[in-house]
Structure formats: C-alpha cells, structure tokens
C-alpha cells in the first residue's frame, strides 16, 4: 500500500510539473508581445 501511495505521488508531481510548463509556455507569447 505504500508503494502505491508513493507512485501515485509521483504521478501527481509529474503531472504538476508538466501543468506548470503547459501554463508558462502558454503564457510566455503573450508577455513576449506584450514587451
């Protein structure tokens, strides 16, 4: 059960860091031509 938990904290920090990079990258254009 313990390795579940912590695969599946894994998956859950994976799929934060790649919202965070989807976020910046989408808003990165935007400010880049906002300058």
């Not at 808003?27 to 300058?35: D, H, N, R, T």
Request: proline residues 3%.
């Amino acid at each position: 059960m313990s390795s579940y938990g912590e695969i599946f904290n894994q998956l859950c920090s994976i799929c934060l860091l790649c919202l965070i990079k989807y976020s910046i990258l989408k808003v990165l254009p935007g400010s880049l031509m906002a300058f």
